[in-house]
């Protein structure tokens, strides 16, 4: 099986977001070492889920559906590996990885050897970003190279391909998007051949407004025109949140409130995925947040958690995939914000 390469356009839109460079902080043998120290307990507290403060309900993720997306750990997948990651992601509870490229600039490795690894560390590998378009057609996204994106997501056994890309390719128009639409519904039909669902993940821009129609929200745009049975969502809850704050008002000034959870909770179905990163809020910030580890911010994950999980099929259906864009260390974001959410308890005080 050919290796599918890291994709550059996924890095170009990290860049939009004005996320630059690999995350500073402690060596790799420094992080591993505060994390090694703390993983036996942590594991445990991360299974168990006990927490006294959070009730004694059942936990509100149920098990097997907590992951973490990998490009939170790209500085530690670069420097010490996918296995020796993969290895303190089992120790912190964690179901299940989300891939950000197959490489992440480790060199070498084959799809083969990542299943393989999963597999040995009792980790399932649940979705793949991979670039939506690109100018150059030998570049590795949907639009120039779908057959080889959907063989490598089917090699590693993947249930979701998708992309963190925007449907920006024609446009901020009404027209634009339907466009991009289009081409979505196109590469779902195609997954969905083989047995997998194609997704998008958002970021804060897809709230905002069409350029030629200023009254209507692209996002709205998305939803109307992808077939809901080929094209799934992967809400970043963060991101949205961003969104609620940056485009809570229409270009006059007039009020144009949302909810995210609200456009869930509409369509749960086409929600398999949810992005957990959390934020404190801080309306001097560009989206209103300041990112943190999850459990450390203002956002209500229980009742996010819980509204969810009251949908048909809500416990059943969906996974929740921890990220920080940006963090200071990323093994103890991984630990930290895993412990957290395992300790959430259905009917307790969060």
């Known amino acids: 099986m050919k290796r599918a390469q890291d994709n550059p356009e996924l890095a170009d839109t990290l860049r939009r977001r004005r996320f630059l460079g690999v995350a500073a902080g402690a060596t790799a043998a420094g992080l591993l070492g505060t994390a090694t120290a703390t993983a036996a307990d942590a594991g445990t507290a991360a299974r168990t889920g006990t927490a006294a403060q959070h009730g004694r309900g059942g936990p509100l993720v149920p098990p097997g559906h907590l992951g973490i997306q ?34 992440q600039g480790t060199g070498d490795i ?12 009792g980790l399932r590998g649940i979705g793949s970003h991979v670039g939506y ?11 120039t190279n779908l057959t080889q994106v959907l063989d490598d997501a089917q090699a590693l056994g993947l249930p979701h391909v998708g992309t963190a890309s925007g449907p920006w390719r024609y446009g901020s128009t009404v027209e634009g998007w339907k ?18 669902k194609f997704y998008q993940h958002n970021h804060a821009e897809e709230f905002s407004f069409a350029t030629d129609q200023p009254d209507v929200r692209l996002y709205d745009v998305l939803l109307a025109e992808t077939d809901p049975d ?3 969502l992967e809400m970043d809850i963060y991101w949205a949140y961003a969104g609620q704050f ?3 008002k229409k270009a006059d000034g007039s009020p144009a409130p949302f909810e995210p ?36 911010g203002d956002i209500d994950y229980r009742r996010f958690l819980t509204e969810v999980g009251r949908t048909h099929g809500g416990r059943r259906d969906h996974q929740w995939l921890v990220e920080h864009d940006q963090p200071a260390d990323s093994l103890t974001t991984a630990r930290r914000s895993a412990r957290y959410l395992r300790s959430l308890r259905c009917g307790g005080r969060g």
């Open 133 to 143: 378009y690109s100018d150059d057609p030998k570049a590795y996204t949907f639009a």
């Open 230 to 232: 080929l094209v799934h």
């Open 70 to 103: 990998l490009y939170t750990l790209r500085d530690q997948v670069q420097s010490i590996g996918f296995a020796r990651v993969f290895e303190e992601l089992a120790r912190y509870g964690y179901d299940q990885v989300e891939f950000a490229g197959y490489t």
């Open 246 to 248: 940056r485009f809570g």
């Open 110 to 121: 084959t799809l083969k050897q990542l299943k393989r690894l999963m597999r040995d560390n």
């Open 179 to 196: 466009r991009c639409a289009e081409e979505f519904n196109t590469y779902g039909a195609a997954a969905k051949a083989r047995g997998m």
């Open 261 to 296: 959870l609200d456009y869930v909770l509409r369509a749960p179905h086409r929600y398999p995925l949810f992005h957990v990163k959390d934020g404190e809020h801080d309306e001097a910030a560009p989206d209103g947040y300041r990112m943190v580890d999850v459990g450390d």
